[in-house]
């Protein structure tokens, strides 16, 4: 019971924290949310990448499981890859609106939180 009271904690204060970084960097950048990638000619670009990312990281699931002190840094990997994957095609694709820099730094906001997970439990 400790244990989801924990959990429901850190989870409501990384919720509400995210909340306020997107607020606070999207006035302080000026940021513009048109579009999403989705909505470019990087669309199938986006899909396959996605795609092949998950698929790699589900094959390898199987082999980390069996060694629980490496599983914090695959899921610590799998974020990495996988949000840096979606900021560079926002770079790319939606350069003039700088989504990437707040892709950024939810990539930063996460792992931190990702590292220091078990302190906070």
Avoid: H
């Avoid at 199938?44 to 094959?59: A, P, Q, S, Y």
């Avoid at 820099?101 to 906070?120: C, H, P, R, S, W």
């Amino acid at each position: 019971m400790r244990f989801f009271v924990s959990f429901l904690v850190v989870f409501f204060l990384v919720f509400i924290g995210a909340y306020f970084i997107n607020k606070y960097l999207t006035k302080w950048l000026g940021v513009e949310k048109k579009e999403s990638i989705s909505e470019t000619p990087g669309k199938n670009l986006d899909r396959w990448g996605r795609g092949i990312i998950l698929f790699i990281f589900i094959c390898a699931l199987p082999m980390v499981l069996e060694y629980e002190n490496i599983l914090q840094w695959y899921w610590v990997l799998f974020l990495n890859v996988l949000i840096g994957f979606q900021s560079f095609l926002e770079w790319k694709y939606l350069k003039p609106s700088k989504q990437y820099v707040i892709t950024l730094t939810y990539l930063v906001f996460a792992l931190v939180i990702m590292y220091g997970i078990d302190k906070f439990i």
